[in-house]
């Protein structure tokens, strides 16, 4: 097992480093043989010496999907950006800043309305049966007050009343 000791740094390019390693792997037993080779190495880490580079943010992503909440009629959605450009390296200092940017999308929601009857309209005029001497009519509600939208449930009853008016007709 090689293990690395001295470390390169922005400013080396010229920089030495040694690595050691054991011969535990396995550890000789049984009359084995010990592991052939240095154990300790020398080298240089040129090849890992580099300018510093401080990251950059990418530019913002496009907002997610509006998440609405009728029962108030608000919405959210967010947007997102890394600290890709360039990627920090080289002991360069990371991005300074959020990666995740909230914001309101209200104007894409709508607040749920569950409709509501109207007052009942007036009485029709009597349809007499003068043969037997009944009478009908009826009267009207709407589901207007207010109208159901975004969701919302329609109004749950009758939207027309019949009513007799017997006593406004005469049998012949």
């Known amino acids: 097992t090689m293990l690395e000791n001295g470390n390169c740094n922005d400013k080396c390019c010229k920089t030495v480093q040694n690595r050691t390693r054991t011969c535990t792997n396995p550890r000789p037993s049984?009359?084995?043989?010990?592991?052939n080779g240095t154990i300790l190495e020398f080298g240089t880490c040129n090849d890992r010496c580099c300018k510093r580079i401080h990251g950059g943010f990418t530019?913002?992503?496009?907002w997610s999907k509006c998440k609405c909440n009728h029962v108030d009629g608000t919405g959210v959605q967010n947007r997102t950006r890394t600290c890709t450009n360039p990627r920090p390296s080289c002991f360069g200092k990371s991005c300074n800043g959020t990666m995740l940017e909230n914001g309101n999308c209200n104007d894409k929601c709508c607040k749920t309305i569950h409709g509501g009857f109207t007052e009942w309209s007036q009485w029709s005029k009597c349809e007499c049966n003068h043969?037997?001497?009944?009478?009908?009519?009826?009267?009207?509600?709407?589901?207007?007050?207010?109208?159901?939208s975004c969701f919302?449930?329609?109004?749950?009853?009758?939207?027309?009343?019949?009513?007799n008016c017997n006593d406004k007709c005469c049998k012949n």
């Open 30 to 35: 049984c009359f084995g043989k010990s592991c």
């Open 59 to 62: 530019e913002w992503s496009q």
């Open 131 to 148: 043969v037997d001497g009944t009478g009908v009519q009826n009267r009207t509600r709407t589901c207007t007050n207010p109208r159901p």
């Open 152 to 163: 919302g449930k329609s109004c749950n009853g009758t939207m027309l009343e019949n009513g």
